[in-house]
């Protein structure tokens, strides 16, 4: 890809019930996450460096601009979503960076979700204490 092209490349990412869009396109390696930096958004420093991960990987951090919006989830579902997101994204700048990021694990998208209330039942799993007199 040539370097001064302003094309955009998309990719969805999705953890727990966070779903983010993820725009790249070559730059200065800005990290934009709903309007505000990464550092900014994500209050912890994993969910920061979460979503640089993929760029360290593949070498290109500070050659690629990140713009992503998220919603959904809480901040680790939501920076995990990010971070699959801009996997994908990544893929379809570039097919080479493939190898690396899906033995890495970050092109697989996380399935755990939480399990849903069942009937007769306070919660998930959790049972009404047996009585027996």
Known sequence: MAEGSSERYYGT?????????????????EISVNGRTAQDYFCRFAGSAAVARPLQLTQLEGKIDVLAN??????????EAVRHGLS??????????????????????????????????????????FSKR
Not at 13 to 29: E, F, N
Not at 70 to 79: M, P, R
Request: hydrophobic share 30%; aromatic share 6%.
């Open 13 to 29: 990412g999705r953890r727990k019930s966070a779903v983010a869009r993820v725009w790249i396109k070559p730059g200065s390696g």
């Open 70 to 79: 998220v919603s959904g989830g809480g901040e680790t579902g939501q920076a």
């Open 88 to 129: 994908r994204a990544l893929v379809e700048y570039n097919a080479e960076l493939r190898g690396p990021l899906k033995r890495a694990g970050m092109l697989t998208r996380d399935a755990r979700t939480k399990e849903r209330k069942k009937y007769g039942q306070p919660g998930a799993r959790k049972r009404y204490q």
